[in-house]
């Protein structure tokens, strides 16, 4: 069992880090924080920017987290956070395959969080080094609870942003 969540943890949080080093970096072919800005701006995101690195540290940070065993409970709440926002946002109309730019990339990476939450992160991991035992129904529900709430402050911000831009505010105000 140890090694079946060292290899989930592994993978997904290794996975979501590298979406987000395309957003702040540039790296794996990613459009760094300019080109992650102006498409978060093309979705109503005001400030842009600060919705950029938001989602990069969350994708970045949280996959780390996740990868490593470490604040797991932190890290798959991050990860779920910013896949329920990204659905919402993006990948919902589109329906369910990601082929068609629908959220079942999305949907896999919630499940996989919550799951690394539920059950923890495993023997091998720096919580499981620590001594630290963060995993059963209160941390996987906290994570998922946390990471709810993220996404549905961001998405209210979103929602405030776009309102003040149609009163003739600029993005820099919004």
Known sequence: MAIG??????????????HGAQK???WFGGHR????AGFLGSLGFRPARLHAVLVGVAEFGG???LALGLLTPLG???????????????HWPKGF???????????????GAAAVAFAGPGEYSFDGA???????????LGSLAAGALAAGVVLAWRARGRRHA??????SQA
């Open 5 to 18: 969540m060292l290899l989930l943890r592994t993978v997904l949080g290794l996975t979501m880090a590298a």
């Open 24 to 26: 702040l970096f540039g």
């Open 33 to 36: 924080l300019e080109g992650t």
């Open 63 to 65: 996959g780390l987290l």
């Open 76 to 90: 798959a709440a991050a990860v779920i956070g910013v896949m329920v926002a990204a659905i919402a946002v993006v």
């Open 97 to 111: 395959f990601n082929t068609n730019g629908g959220f079942e990339f999305n949907l896999a990476m919630i499940a």
């Open 130 to 140: 620590l001594g630290w035992q963060l995993a059963g129904a209160d941390w996987g």
């Open 166 to 171: 149609g009163e003739g505010l600029t993005s």
